[in-house]
């Protein structure tokens, strides 16, 4: 049992770095309207790979590859972008943990959240967690839904007055902030929904680095630490450097686990808006 929580708490951990990358670009807000946003980052067809790393006894082992994609797509016949991030362990370190989560989201061409899926397999246990969004009356509505892994399920429904966002829909609508003032320290708080709820977290700004990708590119990158609340306290969970430029590319990500540690460090990038100005010669 403590070995399936750890796994997913690592697990979390991994997923939660990917998505929070831009979070500093807006506050909450209270509408419909208000909830699109300009997407400036990223379009049909970009594919970002990764290799996994975890700390094992001083050793640094490949954990295994993760790979996210964005392509246009439509959801219940309105035009939408799709997202996917998958993350695979290999059986080098299943016995350590188990990586095999795949994740789902859409949002409308205006990056409002429209659906939310992810489907975690650990061991020989298997969850799913799907948010479903609308949007009545000026509000943000969520139909959360959770599967078990002995087959139950469990059902919920909110509707908040600010914007609510799972963690894919953050991630591809928060990659298009614009850093330019922003100072070491400067912190913004959020709320990401799961299956069954909301998470309170935070994104701390920690400045710059020239950051060495396995595809053998420098990048000049921001550091940005996630923090979660944890028994009343902002614990630092992950540290990532995402390129300095328009695209906003999640270069290198540093995990803080309470049985070791773990890195992702990309491996390949293609399909990308802008151009990558961040290339350090």
């Known amino acids: 049992m403590k070995k399936k929580i750890q796994q997913n708490k690592w697990l979390r951990k991994l997923i939660?770095?990917?998505?929070?990358?831009?979070?500093?670009?807006?506050?909450?807000?209270?509408?419909?309207?208000?909830?699109?946003?300009?997407?400036?980052?990223?379009?049909?067809?970009?594919?970002?790979?990764?290799?996994?790393?975890?700390?094992?006894?001083?050793?640094?082992?490949?954990a295994g590859t993760a790979s996210m994609s964005t392509v246009s797509s439509t959801y219940k016949g309105?035009?939408?972008?799709?997202?996917?991030?998958i993350t695979r362990g290999n059986k080098k370190v299943d016995d350590l943990f188990?990586?095999?989560?795949?994740?789902?989201?859409?949002a409308s061409d205006d990056m409002a959240p429209l659906y939310?899926?992810?489907?975690?397999?650990?061991?020989?246990?298997?969850?799913?967690?799907?948010?479903?969004?609308s949007y009545p009356n000026g509000k943000c509505a969520v139909n959360q839904h959770r599967q078990r892994n002995d087959g139950s399920h469990l059902w919920g429904k909110h509707v908040y007055n600010d914007c609510i966002y799972d963690m894919l829909n953050m991630f591809i609508r928060a990659?298009?902030?614009?850093?330019?003032g922003w100072k070491k320290g400067y912190v913004v708080n959020f709320e990401i929904?799961?299956?069954?709820?909301?998470?309170?977290?935070?994104?701390?700004?920690r400045g710059k680095a020239n950051i060495k990708g396995d595809n053998g590119v420098k990048?000049?990158?921001?550091?940005?630490?996630?923090?979660?609340?944890?028994?009343?306290?902002?614990?630092?969970i992950v540290d990532f450097y995402v390129t300095d430029d328009d695209n906003?590319?999640?270069?290198?990500?540093?995990?803080?686990?309470r049985f070791g540690s773990a890195k992702a460090f990309i491996v390949g990038l293609k399909g990308y808006k802008n151009p990558i100005s961040s290339v350090v010669k």
């Open 193 to 205: 929904a799961d299956g069954d709820g909301k998470t309170p977290a935070q994104i701390k700004y």
């Open 248 to 257: 906003h590319i999640p270069v290198r990500l540093d995990m803080f686990l």
């Open 175 to 180: 990659r298009s902030f614009n850093p330019t």
């Open 98 to 106: 188990v990586l095999r989560d795949t994740l789902l989201c859409y």
């Open 219 to 236: 990048y000049r990158c921001l550091q940005l630490s996630y923090l979660e609340l944890e028994d009343g306290k902002y614990k630092r």
């Open 116 to 133: 939310y899926r992810k489907g975690a397999r650990e061991g020989k246990h298997y969850t799913v967690d799907e948010v479903f969004y």
């Open 78 to 85: 309105q035009k939408a972008w799709r997202a996917s991030l």
């Open 16 to 62: 939660l770095a990917f998505v929070p990358v831009c979070l500093l670009a807006f506050a909450p807000l209270n509408s419909q309207a208000q909830c699109t946003f300009k997407n400036t980052a990223f379009k049909s067809g970009e594919i970002l790979t990764y290799n996994l790393y975890y700390n094992w006894k001083f050793v640094w082992v490949k």
